[in-house]
């Protein structure tokens, strides 16, 4: 994080350095950094003013510095899990959602679109969009951290940071069905966007318990390829008919699939 905030901040030092005196690297190494921030902030605003007040809003805000964006997608490369930036027709700068869904279609001669599924990340409100498929999206980047479960409270989701237990609340409906496979000190991957949760995924794989199971059919009569099981968290997954109430197996969180014994 030093290292990307050093080299967004790089601009302005080397403006500082150029219009500063004495010389900066004449001082000793504890004065040099704030002899160069000083410098900036009594820069002449008449004649640099975009350099004096992006490095105020720097300071003022130093997770921007590592916030990019810029990097733009087409319509045909959206995909469910990012966040992007988007201007509305009604919006004078651009909003911030995370894709839930993406799926292509056809409108006969009006040619390929992209049908998504958007949440807006400021008000949680869920949208529906299309996007032409050479449509200019700017994708925003969000870091990624690591949580612990700690327990759930109505429709909040109470997470902790295993290193400072700083705890962050997510609403349920961030997980979706997902929310079923939560169990004490399991693994949450949270999506920050200026320090804002906006995404939040489990472990692709998950242990579970099997509770209720009909007991193989005996015979050469024909046998089902797969039955219905009930697992320890109250979901229903389809299972090999060879698996019986008592066993754990490991599920798919991503489709609730099986995958294989535990």
Known sequence: MR?????????????????ASPSPSSLPPSRRY????????????????????????????PWSAIQYRGLKLRGSDVKPGQIIEKRGVS?????????????????????????????DVDSGNKTNERLRTDEAIERVFVVQKPYNYLYT??????????????QVD?????????????????????QLYDGKPVSASIP??????VVEAQAPIKGIGATPHTKKVLLDNGLTVQVPPFILAGEEIVINTLDNTYMTRA
């Open 170 to 190: 997510l609403p349920k409906d961030m997980l979706g069905e997902a929310v079923a496979y939560l169990k004490d000190d399991m693994k949450v991957n949270v």
């Open 153 to 166: 409270e109505d429709d909040i989701i109470v997470l902790m940071e295993p290193n400072t237990f700083e």
């Open 91 to 119: 919006h004078t700068s651009g909003k911030v959602y995370e894709v839930l869904k993406a799926q292509h279609s056809c409108q006969g001669r009006g040619g390929a679109v992209i049908q998504v599924e958007l949440r």
């Open 34 to 61: 704030a002899s160069l921030i000083s410098v900036a902030l009594t820069d002449d605003r008449r004649s640099q003013p975009s350099v004096h007040h992006a490095f105020r809003r720097v300071l003022a805000a």
């Open 204 to 209: 692709q794989r998950v242990t579970c318990k």
């Open 3 to 19: 290292f990307l905030l050093t080299k967004r901040l790089s601009p302005y030092l080397h403006h500082a350095t150029a219009s």
